[in-house]
């Protein structure tokens, strides 16, 4: 065989990959056919994260890359035949998935309803231009089919409404027990080795958590894995370098002792990152402006210059152990605790920041609503059950999805440092605030740092609830403070 025939050889077996639709048609195909990612993804042998990666603007590569374009032909395929099929005129199907109302400045009532973009259902409100419920009982997910329930494809139907998915039996959770069936097959594939599951279901903690958050998500109508464009303040300088953000991660000691020798009980706050899923987190593009306004309405990102604290002797500085002067970048949580502690019910205990210049967007609480509460009676359940498996596996998603957010291979698709560092920043202000409740009782607050420490001397039973609930605390330690500094 000649060198010419090795070339013809090698040139006869290239393949031109496969034509793929823009990012944008891609998941307006998978929409208009009501299918989740999850469904797309369990198909092709992908994560429901890498499904939504494709959808905004990653190409599949190889064999992978083959069957997705022959998902995304066959649906086109499928919606052209739908078309063509001429409905009656009386019964002409709405669009199920209707424009979404376009961002405005403006908290107003809609003239009719439309779909929240949270869950789906109807909502007759809408926040910074976004149809939401303002109420979060009224925001819940349709009910998805069950996986051994999903009907049959048949011949295509008349039309293009697409079925109304079968309610599961009253007996049967809304959403499959991912966590449950987890750990259940780690413990079947380690022989019952609670040691070798638990590290097993650690190492697997990321995808587990974004495979549950997809889950949790079902109906949903705002994706969340898009990447909006992020300010230069959200980037990092160097490949392990940090961003402008300041996070105010509490690191404080108290200087002076009491004046007798008490205990000091080293409190562990139970479930802080947990607890800070729940927090204003921006929905769209965040969006620039200046001026000392603040829209409660709204969440991001601020440069403001921090008020004095003149309580460092006995309470910390809520802006954490900062101590360059001048303007800062903080996020949302903090800056609304800086306007809150100056107000008259805390005393005020400083003047309130101001504001320079801002980065927001229309805002919500209950993005990972669902997600929270999934984790929650997970946690709870295993506690009751004293299932240490489900506990250290639990504990691994939810702390593991909040410090790696968009920074692992397996979550990159969810990649918002804003949402990290609002997160992040709650967890902090939710310990602060544990600070000063203590205080305000009367107790001697003696320690505080990170997420989850919370040292105190003094009857501590009297404002908090021991136990491992995530509304309780834990015991860490008992000591006696020196009563002189060494």
């Not at 929409?31 to 994260?49: D, E, F, H």
């Not at 303040?233 to 020798?261: M, N």
């Not at 205080?439 to 009857?459: F, P, S």
């Amino acid at each position: 065989m000649t060198d010419f025939d090795a070339i013809d050889a090698l040139l006869a077996n290239t393949r031109t990959p496969a034509h793929l639709p823009p990012a944008e048609q891609r998941r307006a195909l998978r929409q208009a056919l009501n299918l989740t990612r999850t469904q797309v993804a369990q198909t092709l042998g992908v994560s429901p994260s890498t499904i939504g990666g494709w959808e905004t603007g990653r190409d599949p590569s190889g064999e992978t890359r083959e069957k997705y374009a022959y998902f995304l032909t066959a649906a086109q395929e499928k919606l052209r035949t739908q078309n063509e099929t001429p409905a009656h005129p009386e019964t002409a199907p709405t669009t199920e998935h209707p424009t979404p109302t376009p961002p405005t400045n403006e908290d107003t009532p809609l003239p009719t309803p439309h779909p929240c973009v949270l869950c789906g259902a109807p909502a007759t409100d809408q926040v910074e231009g976004y149809p939401q419920h303002l109420n979060p009982e009224d925001c819940t997910h349709p009910t998805p089919p069950h996986p051994e329930q999903t009907p049959t494809p048949t011949a295509p139907p008349t039309h293009q409404q697409p079925p109304t998915p079968r309610r599961p039996p009253q007996n049967q959770p809304r959403t499959p027990d991912l966590i449950a069936r987890a750990v259940h097959e780690a413990l079947a594939a380690h022989h019952g080795d609670t040691q070798a599951a638990t590290a097993e279901l650690q190492r697997r903690a990321i995808p587990d958590a974004m495979a549950l958050l997809d889950t949790c998500r079902i109906g949903a109508r705002y994706d969340i894995v898009g990447h909006p464009p992020l300010p230069d303040i959200l980037r990092k300088k160097s490949a392990h370098g940090a961003d402008e953000v300041w996070e105010a991660r509490p690191h404080w000691t108290r200087l002076d002792p009491p004046p007798t020798p008490h205990e000091v009980t080293a409190l562990d706050i139970n479930g802080a990152y947990l607890s800070a899923l729940k927090t204003h987190l921006p929905l769209g593009a965040l969006e620039y402006s200046t001026g000392n306004v603040h829209s409660r309405r709204r969440a991001g990102i601020h440069l403001i210059t921090p008020p004095e604290w003149d309580h460092h002797p006995y309470l910390p500085n809520p802006l954490g152990n900062r101590e360059e002067p001048g303007p800062v970048w903080v996020t949302e949580p903090t800056l609304r605790l800086l306007q809150r502690l100056a107000t008259e019910q805390y005393g005020p205990l400083c003047d309130p920041p101001v504001i320079h210049e801002s980065f927001t967007s229309g805002a919500t609480e209950q993005l990972f609503e669902k997600f929270r509460q999934a984790l929650r009676d997970a946690r709870e359940k295993a506690i009751t059950e004293e299932d240490e498996v489900t506990l250290e596996y639990v504990k691994s998603m939810y702390s593991k999805f909040v410090s790696t957010m968009g920074e692992s291979n397996f979550n990159r698709a969810l990649y918002r440092p804003d949402w990290m560092h609002i997160i992040r920043s709650q967890a902090f202000v939710n310990l602060w605030l544990k600070a000063h409740k203590a205080h305000t009782a009367g107790l001697t607050v003696m320690r505080v740092m990170g997420t989850d420490e919370l040292h105190i001397a003094g009857n501590w039973r009297q404002v908090f609830t021991e136990g491992r609930g995530v509304t309780q605390v834990k015991i860490k330690d008992v000591y006696t403070p020196e009563t002189s500094r060494q």
